[in-house]
């Protein structure tokens, strides 16, 4: 299966299931962490035929998606003289691929690189859409660039290795695409379990597509691209007051698109039923649904630190209904304080 990401420049594909060699004629290095390493660089490393092929490892983690490790494999690239024709391939989770595809984008100017992500979150979203980056010490991916890829390849095998709280949180993001974009979807996840692999395949597919329609519309996030923060404003907060460690991002992002769900409510884009049905939904993935605010005003506060409020304005993106968004940036002070008090503990 091949889905196709038309941009006006650089136009790609995106593989699903189809990997049976990488055939370069030029220098090859692939960028993985000690972790993913153990378990699927031998497999990639045998499908790759190139003139020179290395591997690059970086330690795990999202705390190592800095400047250092960016800095690190950039230095690698030149022990290993790579040239201006040479490829990265990016072995891992979003992490990996947010990195590589940054060190691609820079090193002498530009190489290629493409993408072979190994967590169900960078198969349905990471890897596809080109925007790379490093977290410092003012927030995530604060600093990047947009770099698209040469290919994409996601192969469900490398799904089975990963742990299931891993699996829970690309789910998270499966079905922040359908609530948002997609009704028919929604209802085909009610009824299907992702944790049978032709399903699974199917639900990658069409999140592929939704990313490659919205990316093709809008490459750089200056319209329909910012739907797919859905649950993200109040998530990034969760994240950032439980410190990056009590859950994963796409457990954050479950939470926050319950938070965004009441906010809609509260507005009437959204039915009470409608709510329970995301909810529930979540929770058949063992994602966490609910939060305690302790204070409301420092929520709140929070807000204004992501980097999509510079302005003072907080961008929010609301399920309409299900399979359909609003963005609003005017909410009051009030009706959030009211939704947040929803979550008080
Ligand atoms: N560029 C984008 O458009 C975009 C979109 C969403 C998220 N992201 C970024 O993606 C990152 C999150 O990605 P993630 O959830 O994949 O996290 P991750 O890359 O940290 O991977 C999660 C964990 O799973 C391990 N792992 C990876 N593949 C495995 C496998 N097959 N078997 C067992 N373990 C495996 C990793 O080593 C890591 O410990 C964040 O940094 C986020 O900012 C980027
Ligand atoms: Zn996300």
New binding site residues.
Partial sequence: MKIDIKLKEKSYSVFINELEKIKLDTKVAVVT?P??SA??VDTLLKLIEARECHVITVP???KY?NFETLNYILEECFELRLDRKSVLIAL???????MT?FAASIYQRGIDFIQV???L??QV??S??G???I?NKYG??LVGTFWQPRRVYCETT??????KK?FS??VA?IIKMAVTFDKGFFEWLEKNSLHVEENLQYAIKECIKIKADVVSQDEREEGVRAVLNYGHTFGHVIENETKYSKY???EAVAIGMCMANELSFTLGLLSETQLQRVKILLEQYALPVTYDVKSVESFYDMFFLDKKSFNQKIKFILAKNIGGYSIKDDIEKEVLFEVLRNFEC
């Fill in positions: 962490n972790t993913v378990l699927h795990d983690g999202e998606k891992g989770g979003g992490v990996i691929g947010d595809g992500p190994t967590t979150l960078a979203d990471a596809v859409g925007k790379t980056g977290n995530k991916n490398f799904l089975k290795t990963l742990p891993e949180a690309g993001e994963l991002h796409g």
